[in-house]
């Protein structure tokens, strides 16, 4: 049995707000009986992109569990590399996706940078799609993929989310089709815990730590409105099943 925490969207400012809240999350998964096989950060690490917040988040997010993050539209590509991933730039290749894969004994970790520099919605690009192409090509048969990256590449029915979710995704559909080890697609931006399907396959929606979207039918149509700040952090738990059965639990960290 194979056991993933999955968090998003922590948003580090160097306020003590958005630090708080991430450390109680990694607080809790470091006080826990167990080892778990990964922690896995889809996005929106940092709210601004700042070298200082991603030094921050170096301090926040070291843990005795394996770690693994992917950037979102609010991170920053080089600093990213640079600051978090302790990857120094070389020329020509500032503005190339940070895409990373983790093999382990029963599972792939496939993470794939939708992010698009200047934008708030997500596009995976034809290098990207490549890139995942050869791992999946690379992968044992049996062995289950999971895709993680920050923006859904379905609709949640959260008008705004929608409004900025991955596009193109009909060349991930594709893809999808070629490679049926292909076991769910973990994801985040949205700050709300979430599931749907796309192409066949489990899409799961981590909430968000740094606050929790209402729905459309918990808010009053109000700019102020859209977003719960006295939520508790939240994250979720995947069980991979030596079946390949998947199953996903909700938890609420107190801060």
């Known amino acids: 049995m194979i056991v993933i ?51 921050e988040a170096r301090r926040v997010f070291s843990s005795r569990h394996p770690v ?20 120094p730039g070389t020329a020509g290749q500032e503005g190339r996706p940070v895409n990373q894969v983790r093999r382990s004994a029963g599972m792939v ?25 050869d791992v999946l090509a690379g992968t044992p048969g049996r062995t289950p993929v999971l895709v993680g990256f920050h923006h859904p590449p379905a609709r949640l029915h959260v008008p705004f989310v929608d409004g900025i979710r991955q596009f193109g995704a009909e060349r991930l ?26 192409a066949g396959r489990p899409v799961l929606v981590a909430p968000g730590v740094v606050s929790t979207v209402r729905l459309p039918w918990e808010h009053r149509a109000h700019p102020d409105d859209h977003v719960h700040l006295d939520q508790p952090p939240a994250l979720a738990f995947h069980v991979l099943a030596e079946s390949g059965e998947l199953t996903t639990h909700f938890r609420h960290v107190r801060e």
């Open 173 to 198: 559909a594709a893809l999808v089709e070629r490679h049926p080890g292909i076991a769910a697609f973990l994801c985040g931006h949205a700050h709300t815990a979430a599931a749907t399907t796309f």
């Open 109 to 133: 970790v496939a993470l794939c940078d939708s992010s698009v520099p200047g934008k708030d919605e997500g596009f995976l690009a034809d290098e990207t799609l490549a890139w995942l192409e």
């Open 5 to 55: 925490a999955h968090l998003s969207d922590t948003h580090l400012d160097s306020t003590p707000r958005s630090v708080d809240r991430t450390r109680a999350v990694m607080r809790y998964l470091d006080d826990l009986p167990h080892d778990l096989d990964l922690v896995l950060v889809t996005g929106d690490i940092t709210d601004h992109g700042l070298p200082e917040e991603y030094e």
């Open 68 to 87: 693994m993050l992917c950037p979102g539209n609010h991170d920053r590509r080089q600093a990213f590399r640079t600051h978090l991933l302790g990857q």
